[in-house]
């Protein structure tokens, strides 16, 4: 049955049919298309995209000559207007040595270290000058460190600790040439402790007495493969010179000890390279070799054999001091490598294993004096075996100082009816290295190596060295007990280097 409407009557509107629907009805309502609300007619009839230029939307193979490179255009560095620094101008600006301030004050009534009053207990706690002489012959050693504060006041100057007195006193103990002893010693402790110092100290004290000092001033500089190196002849397994490092050696040694003029040759070295002065001064013999870097270590050892004679009245020889710092570097694996790309050990290595034979005592210095090294906690590998053997010598030389520390076997050991040894015997599962082990020697006096730890300051010491910064216009606080106190407490119980940081460089 067909409908009784056609398709016009539906699509017109209530209204063209006439009557009217609700208002809620009629806004219902959906009314036929009067006009479209979407068109592709602009798009059929726009015109096609261009082709991109990129090669990622490209349609099919390049054209033959067309580039294809993805890289960008590289853009031309910017032109430097200044000068450009010279070869070692920025190496030589970060190895500078400042010891002068000429905007501190001056201290009238400070005293210089003399030869005669480096024993003197009446001077510890108070900060002493170097002489002049001194410091010129300290900074061609270089003893001086970057890190250390000599730049902050009118003139280089040191603190007199109890350790200074009695490192004072063994050496001048030791200024007769009767007396042949070698005394052996590494100093440890934390951060800041001063460990460097106590080396310029003892370095400062041996030219104030004239000895011949051999320093060298950093062991990682042996070590991490900055220097040409070549083996020895003669010797299985190899042994390695340094050239270029001994020449530079030989050159500081002649310009900081100025008593190698007084000394002349007295052996005939038959096999040197080259013939030599019968009567010629030792130190001209060790410029030959700082001029030469080929000739400079069989230099150094003619001239070591020279230092190393037993005095007699026509030739005298003086006492030696050997100095070390950073003794971790020289304790492991160097950077160098051998002709199978091996590691070579630093004890190979002709320079370490000379220190490190006088150090263990497998050569004593025929004339007495002093084999000195330091631990470096700001700059240092991990050495595990170091580590132990200082630990253990350490604690055989003071088994007092450690038997009241808790340790987790001393009750069970105390109720078993055990005999507790504080000393710490090497770990199963711990690999050592066997070389350094030897060279350490036993513990206590049988390997006669000394291990000193170098502590915190006592509040007397604290409190000259304060008094000493405020005088010099460096610490603008009146230095009373309550300061001296806070600092001293501060600082972790007087560590220098701490104090140092929060009188002098820390302000607020």
């Known amino acids: 049955m067909s409908s009784g409407r056609c398709w016009s009557c539906i699509a017109r509107t209530p ?23 979407f068109s592709t007619t602009s798009q059929n009839f726009a015109s096609p995209p261009s082709k991109s230029r990129s090669p990622k939307l490209r349609d099919g193979p390049p054209k033959r000559g067309e580039k294809t490179t993805f890289s960008k255009k590289k853009k031309k560095a910017a032109e430097s207007k200044g000068r450009p620094p010279a070869p070692g101008e920025r190496k030589a600006l970060r190895k500078r040595i400042v010891l ?3 905007n501190a004050l001056e201290v009238p009534d400070m005293q210089d270290l003399t030869a005669e009053s480096m024993s003197n207990t009446k001077l510890q706690g ?23 504060g000599w730049g902050f006041f009118r003139r280089p100057g040191m603190l007199v600790r109890e350790e200074t007195v009695s490192h004072g006193k063994l050496m001048q103990s030791m200024s007769g040439p009767a007396d042949t002893r070698t005394i052996r010693r590494i100093y440890v402790g934390e951060r800041g402790s001063g460990k460097s110092t106590m080396l310029l100290q003892a370095m400062t004290i041996a030219f104030l007495q004239n000895w011949v000092v051999i320093n060298f001033p950093e062991g990682q500089d042996l070590t991490i493969g900055h220097t040409e190196y070549g083996p020895l002849p003669g010797f299985s397994p190899p042994v390695y010179h340094q050239k270029t490092y001994t020449a530079a050696l030989l050159s500081r040694l002649v310009r900081a000890n100025p008593v190698l003029s007084t000394l002349r040759l007295s052996q005939s070295h038959t096999s040197f390279p080259t013939p030599l002065q019968s009567n010629i001064s030792l130190d001209r ?13 069989p230099v150094f050892l003619a001239l070591w054999a020279e ?13 030696i001091l050997l100095a ?17 790309f091996t590691p070579i050990h630093s004890h190979d290595l002709a320079l370490v294993r000379f220190f490190i034979e006088h150090l263990s005592g497998a050569k004593a210095l025929p004339n007495g004096g002093m084999v000195l090294a330091a631990t470096s906690e700001s700059n240092h590998p991990t050495v595990t075996t170091l580590q132990f053997k ?3 010598i350490e604690i055989a030389q003071n088994p007092e100082s450690v038997a009241a520390l808790p340790s ?101």
Not at 15 to 37: A, C, D, N, T, W
Not at 307 to 319: C, D, I
């Open 126 to 148: 108070q900060v002493i000058g170097i002489p002049g002489p001194v410091v010129d012959q300290l900074r061609a050693i270089e003893a001086f460190k970057t890190c250390q």
């Open 285 to 297: 013999l060790a410029l030959l070799g700082a001029s030469d870097p080929d000739i400079a270590y």
């Open 100 to 102: 002068s301030n000429t």
């Open 408 to 508: 987790p076997v001393q009750p069970f050991l105390t109720a078993t009816g055990q005999d507790y040894n504080p000393v710490p015997q090497p770990e199963p599962f711990v690999r050592y290295d066997e070389r350094v082990m030897q060279v350490l020697g036993g513990p206590g006096p049988q390997g006669g190596l000394e291990v000193q730890r170098l502590k915190g300051l006592s509040r007397e010491e604290a409190r000259g060295l304060m008094e000493y910064w405020a005088r010099s216009g460096m610490m603008r606080k009146e230095v009373s007990e309550g300061l001296v106190g806070e600092k001293w407490t501060m600082s972790g119980g007087g560590v220098v280097g701490e104090l140092e940081r929060g009188c002098v460089r820390m302000r607020v």
């Open 307 to 319: 230092l190393s004679a037993p005095s007699t009245r026509e030739h005298p020889r003086p006492k």
């Open 390 to 392: 200082l630990k253990q």
């Open 15 to 37: 209204e063209k049919l006439g009557y009217r629907l609700p208002h809620s009805y009629s806004s219902s309502l959906i009314p036929f298309q009067q006009h479209v609300l």
């Open 324 to 340: 070390l710092d950073g003794i971790a570097h020289v304790m492991r694996n160097s950077a160098y490598r051998s002709t199978s």
